[in-house]
């Protein structure tokens, strides 16, 4: 049983980059005061939920009480080893992803860099609120702040096209948010609390199966939208209009990964591992993971743009982790968990290795790449790194994930699901390699007067791939990632 401490720890690490959201907005005639602001709040956010990391791993949970409504209903944030554990990646992402957006809104000369930087600052502030979210209306709020606070990076053009896709972004989410909290309501009334806890607020909680199952559908259909379950998932691929860098936000630092930590709450912290196999409700998640695996592997083969590729690659990786929580056994979640990790680090090199190719030779499709390679070394290098680990190849850190996923499907007896995973990787090969073949194998003089894209783009880009490959060597390196989703496997099933 892990010990509760007061500290106002993780109100200031959800609260710094809004208080830098005021600099960025007072400085936006300065562009560099502006940026300072930025990376300064990236570094102190990151600095403050690393300070976390010794009392997780101690077996202490920082809380902080924000406001009590009524009894048993409040607002709170709780440093668990999870909320850490997700909150390390999307505050160490941050700061490449701002680093490079710096690179990429100069060298594209993009309007309204004031508004993109302030509503990224304020995205990371809900995306760090999800994570320390100690129950389930802190949870939602925070959801839907981060709604909010993306939809002006998706609209960021303010094209027609990305008028569209900003409106179906809106439709999909605040209606997954109204059904959470919803949900929440129900929750408390069955329940009589909404504390999220290792094993499931409804364990030992007695309820008609016919109400358990449509409560869960409200919260699949509440937290599948962010982490992309199909059918809940089209409004990705077309948000994909946005800026690169808001690209790489979705899918790796701060929204389809709240999604996919959102699957993880519900089923190990309200539903429980018990609930969820007594009414077979891990089936049913397990059939939804399935499907989007495949199907979303299938239409990436076809997409020749290659940012809608890397999103329909994203929303098949979602939901590896979604099948990691189906799976309810110690490998197959560790492994799930794990994968969120791993792939934020793997998507966000691919990501700015397409926005690199973007700005600089102003191409967006796979079939117009052929040489790339010859002329921008590093960043298909970079491309090609990621790419192999989201294969599966070793020992770039994507391997070792699905290790513990394949693992973890023959421990639950259900080897569809390893025969899944090693199509699925098969099929990673089919749409990713071919990107790396054309820049390195094929010859055009297309790219013969093009060198690399700026330093600020491609160092953030190489460093991350060179993650992706240090942590899979040394996948306890600096922040515990693979101990923590270890332990936070055997809290849940052990509750």
């Known amino acids: 049983m892990s010990d509760v401490f007061q500290s106002n720890i993780p109100l200031w690490a959800v609260s710094i980059s809004l208080l830098a959201t005021l600099g960025i907005l007072v400085s936006g005639r300065k562009p560099n005061l502006r940026e300072f602001w930025t990376l300064l709040a990236g570094l102190i956010k990151f600095g403050l939920v690393l300070s976390l ?8 949970i920082a809380e902080c009480v924000l406001l009590q409504v009524s009894p048993g209903i409040g607002l709170s944030l709780r440093a668990d080893e999870f909320g850490v554990f997700f909150a390390l990646i999307a505050s160490g992402l941050w ?18 860099q004031t508004r993109y930087f302030a509503s990224f600052a304020v995205a990371l502030s809900a995306t760090l609120g999800v994570a320390f979210a100690g129950n389930l209306l802190t949870f939602v709020i925070f959801y839907e702040m981060l709604t909010l606070a993306t939809y002006p990076l998706v609209i960021h053009k303010e094209t027609g096209e990305a008028l569209r896709a900003g409106r179906q972004y809106l439709a999909y989410s605040l209606t997954a ?24 607020i409804l364990g030992g909680v007695e309820a008609a199966p016919n109400a358990i199952r449509c409560l869960f559908f409200v919260f699949v259909a509440g937290v599948g939208v962010k982490a992309g379950i199909m059918p809940l998932h089209s409004w990705l691929p077309n948000a994909m209009v946005a800026p690169t860098p808001v690209s790489a936000l979705l899918h790796a630092v701060a929204v389809v990964k709240s999604g996919v930590f959102g699957v993880v709450r519900v ?41 809608r590729r890397l999103a329909y690659s994203t929303i098949g990786h979602l939901s590896y982790t979604v099948m990691g929580a189906a799976l309810l056994t110690p490998e197959g979640l560790t492994g799930g968990i794990y994968h969120i990790s791993t792939h934020a680090v793997m998507k966000i090199t691919l990501f700015f ?33 990621g790419s192999l680990g989201l294969v599966g190849i070793p020992p770039i850190n994507g391997f070792f994930s699905k290790w513990f996923l394949c693992l973890g499907s023959l421990q639950a007896g259900w080897p569809m699901v ?7 990787g098969l099929l990673n090969a089919a ?24 330093p600020l783009m491609v160092v ?35 509750s």
């Open 267 to 307: 089923v190990g912290f309200v539903f429980g591992p018990e609930v969820m196999a007594e009414h077979g409700l891990n089936l049913i998640l397990a059939v939804l993971a399935g499907a989007t695996v495949l199907f979303s592997s299938l239409i990436a083969l076809q997409q020749d743009s290659l940012k």
């Open 177 to 200: 948010g109204v059904l959470l909290l919803a949900g929440t309501a129900w929750i408390y009334n069955t329940a009589g609390t909404i504390e999220f806890q290792p094993g499931g």
């Open 53 to 60: 990391l010794p009392s997780v791993r101690a077996g202490k």
């Open 431 to 454: 749409y990713l390699l071919p990107v790396v073949y054309r820049g390195f194998f094929r010859k055009s003089e297309e790219f013969e007067k093009f060198d690399e894209a700026p």
């Open 95 to 112: 700061i490449f992803t701002s680093i490079y957006s710096i690179g990429y809104m100069r060298s594209n000369q993009e309007l309204k």
């Open 460 to 494: 953030p880009l190489c460093t991350t791939a060179a993650l992706a490959l240090v942590l899979g060597l040394f996948p306890n390196l600096f922040f515990d990632f693979f101990e923590l989703a270890s332990g936070i496997s055997e809290m849940i099933l052990a």
């Open 353 to 385: 290795c397409a926005g690199a190719i973007y700005v600089h030779t102003h191409k967006q499709n796979v079939s117009e790449l052929d040489g790339i390679g010859r002329a921008m070394p590093w960043t298909i290098g970079a491309f090609t790194l």
């Open 418 to 424: 390893l025969a899944l995973f090693i199509l699925s």
